[in-house]
C-alpha cells in the first residue's frame, strides 16, 4: 500500500478547510455564545451543532470498538460515498472498480462526479474472484466498491477475496457494511488496524431503526477520516439527528430484539416463499432481506402495488432477471404479502 497522500487529489491536499465558530474555541468551556450570527432565542435549536458530533462519536465508539478519530459521520452513508470521490479521484481521469450488481449510488456518485465507473460482473452464485477484480484495475484506479452483505443479492462476499484485495489493490477499499448488523460474519471494521487502505461504511438506517434521521457512519484510519472531515460541509449533521442518534445508541438491547426478530421472521418468509408456486428460487442471504426468482416479477410486482403492498422489482438488474427484492417486515406485513402471493392468478 503506498502513501495515502500520493493517492488524494492535490487541490484537495493543498485545501484550507472553512474553520466555523465552534471549531475555533475548542478546548474551553464557554456559556456566552457570541461568535456565529446566531439568534439568542429559541434555545437549544438556535445553536449550531457541534460540526464534529464528538459526543456521538464517544458513543459510537463504544458500541463499535472503534476510536473517536477513526469515525467520520454524514448525512446518511451517501455523504461518506461521495466525499469519497471528492478527496481521492480527479474528475474526468481517474476511475473506480466496484462488483456488479451492488448498491446503485457508487456509480451514481461517480457519474456526478466524472469518474470513469468500471463494473465487474459476479459469477451465478453473486460471488467473485480477487483476480477478477484486480485485473479491472489501473494505474488510475483509486476506489473499489464492496457492498457485503451485499445489495441487491443479500449475500456477503467471501472474505478471503476481500482480505486478497485489501492486500494487493494499491488504492483505497471501501467495504459497505450497511447490513453487517443481520449476518455472522466478523465485521470488517475490527481490521482498521491492518490495512491503511481500508474504508467500511456502516449506518443506523438498518437494524438501528433510524432511517428518517440520516445518521451514516464511516470507520478507516485517522488520516482519510481526517480528509473526510476537511472536504465535508461544517455542519453537516444537524442538532436533531445527533440528539435522536445518542438516544438510540443508548438502548442497544432493544436494537438487539429487533434483529432476533427480524432474523426468525426471515427464515419463516423465506420458507413460505419457497412453496408458493410462482417462486422459482430465494437466494441465500445475511440481510434484512432475500431475493427471490418468481415466474414473472413485473406482473406480480404490479398485482401487489395493487395490493398496497410495495417490494422491489430488480428484473432490470443485472444477474436478476425477474427477481423480486423482499425486505423482512413485521409478522402482520409478512403475513399480509403471503397472503396476496397465494391468491396470485398467473
Known sequence: MENIKKLVRKNILDLAPYSSA????SGHEAHVFLDANENPYNAPLNRYPDPLQKDLKQHISKIKSVSPNQIFLGNG????IDLLYRVFCVPGQD???AIEPTYGMYKVCAEI???AYRPVLLDSNFQIEAETLLEAIDSHTKLMWI???NNPTGNCIRRETIVDVLKCFDGVVVIDEAYSDFCSEKPFRKELENFPNLVVLNTLSKAWGCAG??????FSSAEIIGLLNKVKYPYNVNALTQQESLQILNNPL???????LILAERTRLIEAFKL????EYVYPTDANFFLAKMTDASKIYDYLVEKGIIVRNRSSVKLCDNCLRVTVGMKSENQELLAALRCYKS
Open 22 to 25: 465552534r471549531d475555533e474555541y
Open 77 to 80: 452513508s451517501d455523504e461518506a
Open 95 to 97: 476511475n473506480v472498480v
Open 113 to 115: 462526479n466524472d469518474i
Open 147 to 149: 457492498c457485503s452483505p
Open 213 to 218: 434521521i440520516r445518521l451514516g457512519m464511516a
Open 254 to 260: 432493544q436494537v438487539e430484539k429487533w434483529v432476533s
Open 276 to 279: 408458493l408456486p410462482i417462486c
